[in-house]
Nanobody
Framework: VQLVESGGGLVQPEGSLRLSCLAS????????MSWYRQAPGKERELVAR????????NYADSVKGRFTISRDNAKNTVYLQMNSLKPDDTAVYYC????????WGQGTQVTVSS
């Protein structure tokens, strides 16, 4: 079982990035899939969640209207589209799967800076 994030990097304020989370060993459509982030000196926080039931999504207030979580069942991959990025979005972003078991990815660094 593995979650592998990719797509992080350095971006200027107001730029965009799309993070990917490729899952292996389980089916993402059968799990609640989430993105968390952790900035230096801060606790890990939930950014977005895509529930397995009805595909309901939840977002942190700080990212509503800017971030979108989605899933491609054929690729067994979850995405986080991030638009209008701000310096406060700088963090390590982690993919999480929760269902019968819970899994975490290794994280991908996102840095928003001019």
């Amino acid at each position: 079982v593995q979650l592998v994030e990719s797509g992080g990097g350095l971006v200027q304020p107001e730029g965009s990035l799309r993070l990917s989370c490729l899952a292996s060993g389980f089916t993402v459509s059968r799990y609640d899939m989430s993105w968390y982030r952790q900035a230096p000196g801060k606790e890990r926080e939930l950014v977005a969640r895509l529930r397995r039931v009805l595909g309901i999504t939840n977002y942190a207030d700080s990212v509503k209207g800017r971030f979108t979580i989605s899933r491609d069942n054929a690729k067994n991959t979850v995405y986080l589209q991030m638009n209008s990025l701000k310096p406060d979005d700088t963090a390590v972003y982690y993919c999480n799967a929760r269902g019968d078991y819970e899994y975490w990815g290794q994280g991908t660094q996102v840095t928003v800076s001019s």
